[in-house]
Each structure stands twice: as C-alpha cells, then as structure tokens.
C-alpha cells in the first residue's frame, strides 16, 4: 500500500548546499533537520529549494556549505500557524541523498512526478503580454489518510487545458520545483520578503478513473 502511495510523488534535486543545517522536528526520537540546495535552471538563474533531511541519513552537525547534493524523495507541504493565519509551508522530503562531484551537465537537475486531485478552481489569466497562465493546487494523498496541497502553473496550451479542471478531478504532473519571491504587505508601514514554492509544469495529463 504505502510504496503504491510514494510512487504518486517523486521529486530528484541535484545542486550546492548553501545553508547550515536547522533544527526543524523530532519523531519517535528521529531528529529532522532544514537545509537549503540551490539549483540552477537551463537559464542559468537559479532556485533555493529548502530539503528536509533525518539525522540518520547526513551527519547534520557538519557544515556542507557548497558541497553538491543529489536528493530523492517527496514534495511535502504543511499548515504552519502564522499571525492568526494558515501558512502552507512546501519542502522536499528526503529519502535518499548522496554527494556528487559537482553539478551534473545538462542532467535533469530539478525533476519532480505528482499524481493527484484538483481541490480549487483552476486560475487562469493572461500577463500583460498576453502570456497563458493557470494556477492549480494539487492534493497529493499520503500513507495514513494524509494529503500534500502542491501549488503548481502551468503556462501556454498547458494553462489554456488547465483552466477548463473541475474540482476532484484526476491529473498526473511533471515539471520542476521553482522558488519565487514576492514583498508581503504586512501592515500600512510593513512589508516582508518572503519566498514561493511551486511547481512550474512541463507535462500535464488527465487521467481516467
């Protein structure tokens, strides 16, 4: 049952550590731990990717800062209370890692599957230069009766289908984990930088039940 479930939501990361590690959650006397990998796209720009990693699969006292890290594992996401609000908090769940050399070239350095339902209207507009865009959240379900809320845009003739889902409605993803920043208005006077997770789609199917 539960490796059926995993196969619905696979994520692989390679890129440079570029954080410390921080101390995030214990269970069952398992410490898990917060580190950043930044992965840089086909454009050359770069996303920072924060990766959820166990104690019992890296020595987390080390400082890896610049090492290069190949991940697998899950993209996770959970409800943090923040100023009287639900925050969804997205990471990658490890369940694998290992160092690499550097950077493989041109190797799917950022890849991530998800099989899931549709759980709110689709958003579809259009840029001011007449680009297609449509937001989805996906509910990606879990072992135990637990579910993933993943974010994910699709662009072109991916939003232009995208935008005609109905809610519980069943599609498979491929696409990459990517980072956006964005200046959250907190008050008249404050504001606050924050960073986005989401899920840009290169492939999109609709899938039969």
């Known amino acids: 049952m539960s490796d059926k479930i995993i196969e619905n939501n696979q994520v692989t990361i390679m890129g440079e550590i570029v954080s410390e590690f921080t101390f995030s959650h214990e269970v069952f ?6 580190v950043d990998v930044s992965v840089r796209r086909l454009s050359n720009s770069v996303d920072t990717i924060p990766v959820m990693i166990s104690e019992r699969l890296i020595d987390v006292n080390e400082d ?20 009287q609000k639900n925050r969804l908090v997205l990471s990658v769940f490890a369940r694998e ?23 709110k209207l689709p958003i579809y507009r259009k840029t001011p230069l007449g680009r297609e865009i449509a937001d989805l959240l996906l509910a990606v379900n879990r072992p135990y009766g637990k579910s993933d809320y993943i974010p994910c845009i699709c662009w072109g003739r991916n939003a232009r ?4 889902f109905e809610v519980g409605e069943h599609v498979q993803i491929l696409g990459r984990i990517q980072s956006r920043e964005y200046v ?7 504001t606050e930088k924050r960073t986005a997770y989401e899920v840009s789609v290169s ?6 039940e």
């Open 29 to 34: 006397g398992e410490g898990f731990y917060m």
């Open 97 to 119: 890692v290992s160092f690499i050399e550097e950077e493989l070239d041109g190797a799917k350095t950022n890849s991530i599957l998800l099989d899931g339902y549709i759980c």
């Open 184 to 190: 959250k208005k907190l008050s008249e006077t404050e």
């Open 203 to 208: 492939k999109l199917e609709c899938m039969e």
């Open 161 to 164: 289908f995208a935008s005609a």
């Open 64 to 83: 890896y800062t610049g090492e290069f890290l190949m991940v697998s594992g899950q993209f996770r996401s959970y409800n943090r209370h923040d100023e």
